[in-house]
Nanobody, 125 residues
Framework: QVQLVESGGGLVQSGDSLRLSCTTSGGSFRTWTMGWFRQAPGKEREFVGAIDRGTRSYFADFVKGRFTVSRDDSQSTVWLQMNNLEFEDTAVYYC???????????????????WGQGTQVTVSS
């Protein structure tokens, strides 16, 4: 059974940094594209960033160079480093895993197969 567990969220002030972690188990982490998404109150879930098997990273436009994503296949873990946080970054952050197989449609933005339970990030202005 595949499990994804996020951690590292919290309450910070505008301009601060946070590092989110997502530890996985039960699957072939090395073959997955790992994505980060967020959902703010009253809004739809949106793509934040992703890292593929080749460690190339991709980000939503609103990130504006503030975030980085990294992975360690030996630990089956992916991180989202968020710097210069803004009030608008307040949301529940989710990590997700996308399996790779021949002929699959979609992009690093989705669809994803497995999801974590989310971790709350609150940025005070």
């Amino acid at each position: 059974q595949v499990q994804l567990v996020e951690s590292g969220g919290g309450l910070v002030q505008s301009g601060d940094s946070l590092r989110l972690s997502c530890t996985t188990s039960g699957g072939s982490f090395r073959t997955w594209t790992m994505g980060w998404f967020r959902q703010a109150p009253g809004k739809e879930r949106e793509f934040v960033g992703a890292i593929d098997r080749g460690t190339r990273s991709y980000f939503a436009d609103f990130v504006k160079g503030r975030f980085t994503v990294s992975r360690d296949d030996s630990q089956s873990t992916v991180w989202l480093q968020m710097n210069n946080l803004e009030f608008e970054d307040t949301a529940v952050y989710y990590c997700a895993a996308r399996e790779a197989y021949s002929g699959r449609s979609g992009t690093v933005r989705g669809p994803y197969d497995y999801w974590g339970q989310g971790t709350q990030v609150t940025v005070s202005s």
